[in-house]
């Protein structure tokens, strides 16, 4: 079993920055994609950034140029900077991670357990 536990978020003003984290433990053999996605009340979870073993990165539109996301590969970690918070920034965001697990069934999916980060006009 592997667990994704999420660290960061809060409460900041437009402009400013937060950084979140997330690791994974467990039975972990590698960990394919990792990324952040986050979700409004009432609507869809959409994708923030994702970055794959290789090291390619995607960006939603609406956060290039302002967010950054990197993985420790070592350490089974993912963080993503974000910069220039704007007030519809605010949703509860979610660690994902592609995982393969040491007991050789294929890999799946993960997430964190969400945190809240508002940013207030």
């Known amino acids: 079993q592997v667990q994704l536990v999420q660290s960061g978020g809060g409460l900041v003003q437009a402009g400013g920055s937060l950084r979140l984290s997330c690791a994974a433990s467990g039975s972990i053999f590698t960990i394919y994609a990792m990324g952040w996605y986050r979700q409004v009340s009432g609507k869809q979870r959409e994708l923030v950034a994702i970055?794959?073993?290789?090291?390619?990165?995607n960006y939603a539109d609406s956060v290039k140029g302002r967010v950054i996301i990197s993985r420790d590969n070592a350490k089974n970690t993912v963080d993503l900077q974000m910069n220039s918070l704007k007030p519809e920034d605010t949703a509860v965001y979610y660690c994902?991670?592609?995982?393969?697990?040491?007991?050789?069934?294929?890999?799946?999916?993960?997430w964190g357990q969400g945190t809240q980060v508002t940013v207030s006009s």
């Open positions: 970055i794959i073993s290789g090291g390619s990165t």
């Open positions: 994902y991670m592609n995982v393969m697990s040491r007991n050789g069934e294929p890999s799946r999916d993960y």
